[in-house]
């Protein structure tokens, strides 16, 4: 069965400072994956998805950059946080329409 | 453009009664609906999924949905509330390729 991956659990970085969150996916090949931002008291906000190696959607402007080098590794970067940016970030994937969502754990980023 | 809506941001019920989890979807055609819960910093799990076969859908530790195409709704129960269900709760729709998700509605669970 599928898993995902996604360090760090919790992460604080200072305004300006570069980020880099690494979601790695084991037991299933080419799949959808995702990365949703979940801020406090707010529902789950799409923030990319990505059908294949190279292959990313933009769902909003924002300060953030997305990332699929392989087919199992999706990487959320920034080169300059903002206070804004802090949140519970989760890594997704899918199978296509119809199939449901597997969740990595989450990493929680707090800018100060 | 596919939406969802979660009608209620918190719901409050006493252990032991019914739970009613409000969602309404937005689509051109029938898509696939998720029930998903999340406990605190947690990832989601999936609690039940609608794909277009029966239109009452179970789910995991006792949840149900009832696809009603002409309301455009999946709202979420449960005939007895326990302690442990208090969760945040996520209605999702896949269109098109892409997961979408309500805003959420929180579940506590009265003594």
């Known amino acids: 069965s599928q898993t995902i991956h996604q360090w760090p659990a919790t992460l604080v970085q200072p305004v300006g400072s570069p980020l880099s969150l690494e979601c790695t996916v084991e037991?299933?090949?080419?799949?959808?994956l995702y990365w949703y931002r979940q801020a406090a008291g707010r529902g789950l906000q799409l923030l990319f998805y990505?059908?294949?190696?190279?292959?990313i959607s933009s769902e909003v402007p924002q300060n953030l950059s997305a990332s699929r080098p392989q087919d199992r590794q999706f990487i959320l970067s920034s080169k300059k946080l903002l206070l804004s940016d802090s949140g519970f970030y989760l890594c997704?994937?899918?199978?296509?329409?119809?199939?449901?969502?597997?969740f990595g754990q989450g990493t929680r980023l707090t800018v100060v | 453009a596919q939406s969802v809506t979660q009608l209620d941001s918190h719901v409050s019920v006493s252990e032991g009664t019914p739970v009613l989890l409000r969602c309404n979807y937005s689509s051109s055609y029938s898509p696939s609906l998720f029930w998903y819960v999340q406990h605190p910093n947690k990832g989601l799990q999936l609690l039940l999924k609608?794909?277009?076969?029966?239109?009452l859908v179970k789910g995991i530790n006792g949840f149900e949905a009832e696809f009603k195409k002409s309301e455009t709704s999946f709202h979420l129960t449960k005939p007895s509330a326990h302690m442990s269900d208090a969760a945040e709760y996520f209605c999702?729709?896949?269109?098109?390729?892409?997961?979408?998700f309500g805003q959420g509605t929180e579940l506590s669970v009265k003594p």
């Open positions: 999702a729709s896949n269109q098109g390729g892409k997961l979408i």
């Open positions: 997704a994937l899918d199978r296509g329409q119809g199939t449901e969502a597997f």
């Open positions: 609608y794909t277009s076969a029966a239109t």
């Open positions: 037991g299933t090949s080419n799949p959808n």
């Open positions: 990505s059908i294949g190696i190279d292959q």
